[in-house]
């Protein structure tokens, strides 16, 4: 009988936290985490210059995209911008327990 085993490894592009975090504060923005699930989610929230607000998002050090918010529209608070996503069944399969 053969087995597999199957190891995981920290994406090739991860961005250390620490990282994530100095970046954020040196562009004067709010470094945001939590974990969820066996991943880290972390956001950068921060202003630009012609006063919108920005969120770039990150799971387990990797870049995943930036929310634009609206000018006007009240600054992120707290974690709110830190949200792991929906989890997406197969249909036809059972969700893990």
């Given at each position: ?45 921060y202003k630009d210059?012609?006063?919108g607000w920005h ?43």
């Open positions: 009988m053969l087995g597999a085993f199957v190891l995981t490894a920290p994406a090739a592009n991860a961005i250390p936290e620490g990282t994530i975090k100095a970046e954020c504060k040196d562009a004067g923005g709010t470094y945001n985490t939590s974990t969820s699930g066996g991943q880290r989610y972390s956001s950068c929230d210059i012609d006063g969120s770039d998002q990150y799971v387990n050090g990797e870049y995943t995209g930036t929310i634009d918010i609206e000018k006007g529209a009240p600054p992120p608070t707290g974690k709110t911008s830190v949200a792991p996503p929906p989890p997406v069944f197969n249909p036809g399969m059972a969700p893990a327990r």
